[in-house]
């Protein structure tokens, strides 16, 4: 137990717990202020109050909010995310239905966005100050500075109106075999990898410039070491730690961007699912999404935590 | 062992001709020559020392040697024959080669030279393994052996530790063995003793002696300490500002220098013997009013333990007393615990045992529970003005702060008083409007000085003031220290690692070794007459202007 990874798996896994809970608590506030009352929504505006009445006391409407609050805490320890107000089945159920689909595109984008962004950032690094550092800085700059959904409806007026080579949507349903899953992803993976891309590479040129300005980087080149090795087996180990930690600030970004990209591309993930349910006052979704949201910013963050622990050994070996 | 590591091809002859190396401080700016016109050829197998102050260029010519530029710089003009190979007009590839086989740099720090997150021996048989010149194994079987020919402990296993987890002397040992291994015509080194202590340096220096001279190669030695220079080089050449001032023998440049810069230099680095005669030595307790008085102070960190003890101490059971007007200087090496001590006085470092009175007021541990007063009437100095020096502020700015936060100023009185302060560090007025950016070492001491001078404190804590600053202007700040102590009658607590400067500005002295003091007494007698066996090794290590100093040390001595 007194190793540093286990120690600090302990004590991040405590704090997240903390975290989730207060972010409980804001959520559950927030959407207790979200005006209008489900149960009218829900019903219609021809509902007599006898029987909005009803439907607020089925779904617990009618408690004070202390109460619900600490019910639907309870609820969430115990794994019961509650049922859903607009439609009748389990949160959980919705959830599952769609967190595949969304989890999947969030990897794609993930296995597509870190290795070339660390590969733009180390190329940045390695010729600073030169054409191939000034031409890729001004890449990333215009790629962080375009909103996603400009970039998304551009990709789709370009690729899917004029040439018409990609489908505009992205029916998943529709994909038999490789081709087509690379034509229905292609789109809002870009649209993804833009920003991701960009945020990552220059903190990564930041993180390397650093450790390539460092005494030990000169005493490596001293010592006739290439320039592609002073950077991969020197500068990166030693620039991981900030590394890591932009990549997961970056990555749970994609949360929000998933949001976006998946609603223009009319993709069947959890976006579209917490959307409508925002729009339709169904609190247990909206709330169980958020949770699940920061739950998957928690676990980035403490694997950035882990991968800058592993890679340093004065911490590793103390 | 030894017999195998030996070398098997001896150094080869290294001239350099017109040598210039140009810097561009920012883009588009013109190129301005930092070092120019070097000229020098050394016979294979001797030693070459480049010495100067900082900026001279010494580093520049060191690393140019080996085909490298700092960022910015470049290597615009001359001609460097390692023997037969033209290191200038050699291509990116060739030089790779040439680096880390034939020529090999020890830098000055190796704490910062050794990527922390790699083992020692990864990277002492890196340089050998990507030149194919030994397979691993075998590089690793003769990192083993120069582990054991430098002297390292336990050199079986040494290798497999990381930068961290050994000491700065042993570290600068392992960085010789990762030189040493292609067994280098020419070995280049970078100051490669400045970081160490001084009892580290001597047993650093005679290993380096032994270890160049013994494989016959030639070596470029880069040092600002001329009495170091001088235990191992054969010839030496004086650098000021980029240029050459005086090549000689090393006897020549000590016995008889032709040049005014190296005479300077000279001068500056022979310890002054002779006592300022405006300095009483008389015992301190008989002079002024108790200004500070430590009874037993312990100061540690981590858990309490179950004596109520920390985990660690740094300091133990530490007393003294200073009187007003007062200079005690406290010495010792690194990790002595002489930094803890001035910030537990300066309420940084919260003691956990013992007593501090100034003025004989209860001085609280912490500086919350301090009034105006006891802030103002204690001050700091610390060692590098140009982290204590906010960079963004103008000088008129950083010593205006302590004077509206201390007096009940006019606009008037403030820009008076300013420059009265100024005058009192001997710096125009001029500085005013500047940034600590644009001023030398030197002046940013003074204005350090200042700053602390502002708050008119009895008591001003120098923590290893010069050490930062090269010793002809070192000299100029020690006689203002002086100088200001005669003029405004305010104590000094001064700390430092050299016994020399300490010499210069203190009454008393007290030396301290891993938290506990060892000796303790007025100046001058302690120095000449050490008691304790530690400072008699302390002034012992102190290298002299003697080319036979270090070959008559006794190693084991510690």
Redesign the interface.
């Given at each position: 137990m007194h190793s540093p990874v286990l120690r600090l798996i302990g004590r991040q896994l405590g704090s997240a717990l903390i975290t989730l809970i207060l972010v409980s608590l804001v959520i559950f506030a927030i959407t207790s202020l979200l005006p209008g009352d489900t149960a009218k929504l829900v019903l219609g505006q021809f509902a007599t109050p006898d029987q909005v009445a009803a439907l607020r006391a089925k779904l617990g409407l009618d408690q004070p909010a202390p109460l619900r609050y600490l019910h639907w805490l309870g609820g969430l320890m115990t794994g019961h995310l509650g049922v859903s107000a607009s439609n009748d089945m389990p949160v959980s159920t919705l959830i599952a239905q769609r967190l595949p689909a969304s989890l999947l595109l969030a990897g794609i984008t993930t296995l597509v966005s870190v290795p070339l962004a660390l590969g733009i950032g180390m190329i940045s690094a390695m010729y600073r100050g030169r054409l191939a550092d000034s031409a890729l800085n001004v890449v990333t700059l215009a790629m962080v500075a375009i909103p996603d959904f400009l970039v998304a409806i551009l990709l789709i007026l370009l690729f899917a109106v004029h040439l018409g080579w990609l489908p505009a949507l992205s029916y998943i349903s529709s994909i038999h075999g490789v081709g087509d899953f690379l034509r229905v992803y292609a789109m809002p993976v870009a649209t993804l990898c833009t920003v991701l891309v960009a945020q990552m590479a220059r903190m990564t040129r930041i993180a390397l410039i650093n450790e390539l300005?460092?005494?030990?980087i000169?005493?490596?080149?001293?010592?006739?070491?290439?320039p592609v090795?002073c950077v991969l087996?020197?500068a990166l180990?030693?620039a991981i730690g900030p590394i890591a930690n932009a990549i997961a600030l970056s990555l749970s970004y994609l949360m929000g961007g998933i949001v976006i990209v998946e609603t223009i591309f009319n993709y069947p993930g959890l976006a579209s699912l917490m959307v409508d349910a925002v729009s339709n006052q169904d609190l247990p979704l909206v709330q169980a999404c958020a949770m699940l949201f920061c739950a998957f910013y928690l676990l980035l963050i403490l694997l950035a935590e882990l991968a800058a622990l592993l890679?340093?050994?004065?911490l590793r070996?103390r | 062992m030894t017999e195998s590591i030996s070398a098997s091809r001896f150094g080869e002859s290294l001239t350099v001709s017109g040598l210039r190396v140009v810097a561009r401080p920012y883009r588009g700016a013109p190129e301005t020559p930092i070092v120019d016109d070097i000229t020098f050829s050394l016979p294979a197998g001797e030693v070459l020392a480049l010495i100067g102050e900082t900026g001279s260029g010494k580093s520049t010519i060191a690393?140019a040697l080996?085909g490298?530029a700092?960022?910015g710089c470049r290597l615009a003009d001359g001609r460097i024959m390692l023997g037969e190979i033209s290191v200038l007009e050699a291509s990116e590839r060739t030089?790779?080669?040439?680096?880390?086989?034939r020529i090999a740099?020890i830098?000055q720090?190796a704490t910062?030279?050794?990527?922390?997150?790699?083992t020692l021996m990864a990277q002492v048989i890196?340089?050998v393994v990507?030149?194919g010149q030994m397979s691993r194994s075998k590089a690793r079987d003769k990192a083993r052996a120069l582990f054991a020919e430098l002297m390292l402990p336990d050199p079986e296993h040494i290798g497999d530790r990381?930068p961290?987890?050994v000491s700065g002397g042993q570290l600068q040992r392992a960085m010789a063995a990762?030189a040493l291994i292609s067994d280098p015509a020419l070995i280049i080194l970078d100051e490669p003793t400045t970081a160490l202590d001084v009892t580290t340096q001597i047993e650093v220096l005679q290993t380096f002696k032994r270890v160049v001279r013994e494989r016959g190669a030639t070596a470029v030695y880069v040092s600002h300490d001329l009495a170091v220079v001088a235990q191992v080089a054969d010839h030496v050449l004086v650098l000021n500002q980029g240029r050459v001032c005086e090549l000689a023998t090393v006897d020549q440049i000590i016995h008889a220098p032709a040049d005014d810069y190296t005479r300077r230099l000279m001068e500056a680095a022979r310890p002054t013997t002779d006592k300022p005669a405006d300095r009483d030595t008389t015992d301190s307790a008989s002079h002024g009013e108790e200004l500070l008085r430590i009874d037993h102070l312990h100061v540690g960190y981590g858990p309490l333990g179950e004596d109520g003890r920390p985990a660690h101490t740094v300091l133990e059971n530490l007393s003294l007393q200073l009187n007003t007007g007062r200079a005690l200087g406290v010495i010792g090496e690194s990790g002595s615990g002489k930094s803890t001590m001035a910030h537990a006085i300066a309420g940084l470092v919260p003691p956990h045992n013992g007593g501090v009175s100034f003025k004989r007021r209860e001085l609280p541990y912490a500086l919350s529970g301090r009034d105006q007063q006891q802030f103002r009437d204690i001050q700091m100095v610390f060692q590098s003005a140009d982290n204590a020096l906010n960079a963004a502020h103008s000088v008129r700015r950083i010593l205006e702060r302590p004077l509206q936060r201390y007096f009940d100023y006019t606009r008037d009185e403030r820009h008076a008083r300013v420059r009265e302060l100024l005058d009192l560090v001997h710096l125009p007025s001029r500085v005013l409007s500047v940034r600590p950016g644009a001023l030398s070492g030197g002046q940013k001491q003074r204005v350090n000085l200042a700053r602390a001078l502002a708050a008119e404190p009895s008591l001003i804590i120098c923590d290893e003031v010069t050490s930062a600053l090269d010793t002809v202007v070192s000299e100029a700040i020690l006689n203002l220290l002086n100088d200001l102590r005669r003029e405004l009658g305010v104590a000094y607590l001064f700390i430092s690692h050299d016994i020399s400067t300490v010499r210069r500005v203190c009454d008393d002295l007290m030396v301290l070794r891993a938290g506990r003091c060892v000796e303790y007494g007025a100046c001058p007698t302690t120095i000449d007459a050490p008691q304790h066996a530690y400072t008699r090794q302390l002034i012992a290590s102190i290298p002299e202007l003697r080319t036979d100093w270090l070959d008559r040390q006794d190693f084991s001595s510690g």
């Open positions: 300005d460092s005494a030990y000169e005493m490596a080149r001293l010592k006739g070491i290439g090795r087996v020197h180990p030693n890679a340093n050994p004065k070996t | 690393l080996m490298h700092r960022r030089l790779r080669g040439l680096r880390g086989d740099y830098a720090s910062a030279a050794f990527n922390p997150a790699k890196e340089g990507i030149h990381y961290h987890e990762m």
